[in-house]
């Protein structure tokens, strides 16, 4: 029993060819929406796995510090330690709304030019 591929509808997206991926790939428009992406992204990154890192390093090597009671129960690794959540929700929020107003427009207006075939 053989399948046939339906005929596309009006409403599915025109695919571009090999060569229009190319030539955007080396528009300017595109060139800035990377760069602004890895102008972000990349050192939230990098400042992220940095706090992270001395978190952990605290906790091998400054035992005593670690263990310094601030108030109640809470020592200065429980307190750094739900500050590791806090800061990875605050980081996806802030990206979400970064993405959303800087990258987002951006990247769709080259992809309906792209799916158009303007």
């Avoid at 025109?14 to 790939?25: D, H």
């Avoid at 400054?62 to 605050?90: E, H, P, R, S, Y």
Wanted: no cysteine.
């Amino acid at each position: 029993m053989a399948t046939e591929t339906p005929p596309p509808s009006k409403t599915s997206p025109r695919l571009p060819s090999t060569e229009e991926f190319a030539a955007v790939q080396e528009s300017a428009e595109f060139g800035e929406l990377r760069s602004s992406y890895r102008g972000f992204a990349f050192p939230l990154t990098v400042a992220f796995i940095a706090w992270y890192l001395l978190y952990v390093l605290l906790s091998n090597y400054a035992g005593d510090f670690m263990g310094t009671k601030l108030f109640g129960n809470f020592n200065v690794a429980m307190t750094l330690g739900l500050a590791q959540f806090l800061t990875t929700f605050l980081i996806a929020w802030w990206y979400a709304r970064v993405a959303a107003t800087r990258f987002d427009p951006k990247a769709e207006a080259i992809k309906s030019r792209m799916e158009g075939g303007a």
